[in-house]
């Protein structure tokens, strides 16, 4: 059958293609990073994927982005039947490195049209108050 070939340059596209070959899913929670002099700015592409589906989690310094893609699974429905299905079905997630000062509050996070626009600030930048220190004194 001619079609499923239209989309693969050979007959083993599908197998090296996949996350297990390749090492990684490309296609999955594409980032875009920019440093600023207050912090970093990520924007995160999640097309399709709606707000209530969509969890930023802060853990041992770690901000890990997980987002649930629900689609139909059924692979034939009233106007035909699936030949190929390459969008992403399920739960996948995607941890940054952040810093082990950096706590929730901190971080500014906005979604619309898709994209998760997050904002991170770099704790090392910014100026740290100095404590008071008092000396003991005895007698």
């Not at 070959?21 to 999640?46: F, H, N, P, Q, R």
């Not at 626009?117 to 910014?126: A, G, I, M």
């Amino acid at each position: 059958m001619l079609i499923p070939r239209m989309y693969r340059k050979s007959l083993f596209d599908d197998f090296f293609d996949t996350p297990f070959v390749s090492g990684t899913d490309t296609g999955l929670m594409k980032t875009d990073i920019k440093a600023t002099d207050e912090g970093y700015e990520l924007e995160i592409d999640l097309p399709g994927i709606d707000k209530e589906n969509l969890s930023v989690q802060l853990e041992n310094g770690y901000m890990t982005v997980t987002a649930k893609a629900e689609r139909a699974n059924d692979s034939k429905d009233n106007h035909g039947r699936y030949i190929r299905r390459e969008r992403f079905t399920g739960t996948y997630s995607r941890s940054y490195y952040v810093g082990e000062d950096v706590k929730e509050t901190d971080i500014k996070a906005k979604y619309e049209n898709g994209t998760l626009k997050l904002f991170v600030p770099d704790k090392e930048k910014q100026p740290k108050v100095e404590e008071k220190k008092f000396v003991a004194i005895e007698g």
